[in-house]
């Protein structure tokens, strides 16, 4: 899911020049041991490098070029028919496994609960239905099932409940994992513009910047600030002076960063927002003030 509204509000900031007044070496600093503090005595940094923070819906997208079109109409009215009787039995403990070698044992919701987070109903209804293109979505089987979705750590392989629609030609898919075990991803700093928007390893002290900026802005280098647990990253942009009139749209660029030390497992945080960056990751946190994927 793509929260548009802090979309549009970041690609504005970023448009019209510098989304915050330049600042010092000191000043920098200063900023930058106040997000590792935050960081470190936060209630979500553990869940964050050791739980499981789920970055996408619970209710799994479908490949929707196979779908009907009359099933799009139908989820946004909860059109929801069950006609087959579900378990309520809570099935035994699953194992995440992570791509470097991380695992956590995590509890399982019956078929009933996924059920229930599947067919709840939206905020809004379009149309009543039935009503022309919207027709009951008829549930006549369910079973176990796997499925990857990135996650904080990384994209990992969760287990499913799989329903499967009268006249659907895939199932709809609802993560299986009980979301009072997951954590929550991360809140900006006072609802701050995130700078840099993602990271790429170079070598264990390189790093590659990705951030974006006011195509009127001029660049005029990297800062960092280490910690054992955290790397806190910047971008130094300001706005062109001599630039009279500025077309106010938005760019992004890329930028090297050498640290003192390996990266190795500590966590990259952009000084703007304070929030953690994902590597090599279109997934950016700053969307992430108004939705949380455990009550999707």
């Known amino acids: 899911m793509r929260i548009l509204p802090a979309i549009v509000l970041l690609v504005l900031a970023a ?23 935050r960081w470190h005595s936060s209630a979500e940094r553990e869940p ?21 079109r009359w099933v799009g109409r139908s989820l946004i009215n909860s059109a929801w028919k069950l006609e087959i009787e579900l378990s309520a039995e809570v099935p035994a403990a699953a194992v995440l496994r992570w791509a470097d070698g991380g695992t956590l ?13 599947l067919s709840k109903p939206k905020s809004f209804v ?20 796997e499925a990857t979705m990135p996650s904080s750590r990384g994209d990992v392989r969760v287990p499913t409940w799989d329903f499967t629609v009268k006249g659907v030609p895939e199932p709809f898919r609802r993560v299986a994992v ?10 900006p700093v006072n609802d701050g513009i995130q700078e840099v928007r993602t990271y790429e390893v170079r ?9 974006l900026h006011g195509t009127c802005d001029t660049t005029y280098g990297s800062r960092v600030h280490e910690t054992p647990e955290a790397v806190v990253v ?12 500025c077309n106010a749209m938005g760019k992004t660029d890329r930028i ?41």
Do not use: K
């Not at 075990?181 to 991360?186: D, E, F, K, L, W």
């Open 126 to 145: 379009d149309e009543e239905c039935p009503a022309r293109g919207c027709r009951p979505l008829r549930v006549i089987a369910v079973a176990r099932g």
């Open 256 to 296: 090297g960063v050498t640290l003192r030390e390996p990266l190795g497992r500590r966590v990259v945080l952009d000084s703007s927002s304070g929030v953690p960056l994902l590597s090599q990751s279109d997934i950016h946190l700053v969307e992430f003030q108004n939705y949380d994927p455990r009550r999707s």
């Open 178 to 187: 009980d979301p009072a075990a997951m954590g929550g991803p991360p809140r």
């Open 48 to 68: 964050w490098i050791e739980g499981f923070v789920p970055l996408r819906n619970l209710t799994l997208e479908p490949d929707w070029g196979r779908m009907p």
């Open 15 to 37: 448009a019209c020049g510098t989304a915050r007044a330049p600042v010092t070496a000191d000043e920098f600093a200063d900023r930058a041991r106040e997000v590792a503090e």
């Open 105 to 117: 044992s995590v509890p399982i919701l019956a078929a009933t609960a996924a059920y229930a987070g």
């Open 203 to 211: 070598a264990p002290t390189e790093l590659q910047l990705s951030y």
């Open 234 to 245: 910047d971008v130094d942009v300001r706005r062109d002076d001599d630039v009279e009139f």
